[in-house]
């Protein structure tokens, strides 16, 4: 062998070499985020459902798969116990816009709406009971945590806190109307509204500060999965997201433009946004990427409700209801090996 094919062979030896190691020493790829990747946007099953009224229905909350309820303009209040197969109109007693809603079980409930109404039941809306704050505006928001633990707000920035056995007014550093108010423990909450506003409490809401302010024209929707994750939906379609309690909101990328009325997350990383035109919004990774969807209807959409990641209700105007549905069977979960 010649001296000159030496240097030659020696080099490709090393060159191979190199190609071999570099990937050992590259960084290695990030872990892959723990979500549950559900049926591709149009292969879900959409189902209208019949609710029995043709007001629109401006809040809707599933307790599980099976029992819902939703309200609406003019009084309407209807409720499902078989997932939405079947609505039953339900007797509010009254003739007020129902704007929000909260229940804890198939007996016991609370309304809020136009004109300052709040009411209660214990018997399934057999009888209910009416709460005069005194307030004659609209109570546009309830979240309960407890049965003796609740908030209600409305216009005019007016809050108040339920413990079980009467209503206190509490202040707001603003007088925007509020739309939409979320709690993740009896400490820590959150409002939102007008111009864009979102607030905090640390403390049960007896301070609050805000946290942002302009982001979009109002805020109509809130939801935290828990402390630290929540999104805020709004005007011109505008989504906010928060992974540290709100210290710091970020826009997350919307391929639709309509106001958006509502949002409600199964988990941290699965959801729905709903608004104007039918619009209809699903994330399966925390609101990094959101896909719009068809839910056959083109009234305005106002409320979600999603109890499961698999499953979720949405209403809106001529009292619709709309249901989606994955229609995968549930992957069995992969084993992991502990050494």
Known sequence: MSH?????????????????????LASPEPPAQPVEVLAPLGLGEWMKQ??????????????????GFAAGD??????TIDGGVTWTPMNAGVANDI????????????????????????????????????????????SFLAPDQGWVAGENGQLYHFDGQ??????????YDIYAIAFANDQIGWAA????????????GASWTIQTLGGADA????????????????????????????????????????????????????GWAVGDGGTALYTGDGGVTWLQDNPGVGFDLLAAAAPAPRQAWVAGDAGTIVRWQDPRPTPTPTPTFTP
């Open 50 to 67: 019949a609710s029995h009224t043709g007001h629109p229905l401006r809040a809707i909350q599933f307790l599980d798969e099976q029992l």
């Open 219 to 270: 805020f109509y929707g809130l939801a935290f999965a828990n402390a630290q994750y929540g999104w805020a939906v709004g005007a011109g379609g505008v989504i906010l997201a928060t992974m540290d309690g709100g210290m710091n909101w970020r826009v997350q990328s919307n391929p639709a433009d309509d106001d958006l009325r509502g949002v409600s997350m199964a988990d941290r990383f699965t």
């Open 74 to 79: 003019g009084g309407a209040l209807v409720r």
């Open 4 to 24: 000159t094919r030496l240097p030659l062979l020696f080099l490709a030896f090393i060159l191979s070499s190199l190609l071999f190691i570099a990937p050992m």
């Open 99 to 142: 704007l929000a809603i909260h229940f804890f079980d198939a007996q016991r409930g609370w309304i809020a709406g136009s004109q300052g109404m709040l009411r209660y039941t214990v018997d399934g809306g057999q009888s209910w009971r009416e709460e005069n704050l005194l307030f004659p505006g609209a109570f546009y928001a309830l």
């Open 193 to 204: 509204g007008d111009e864009g506003i979102i607030l905090r409490t640390t403390n049960g």
């Open 166 to 175: 009467a209503w206190t007014q509490q202040p707001l550093p603003t007088s």
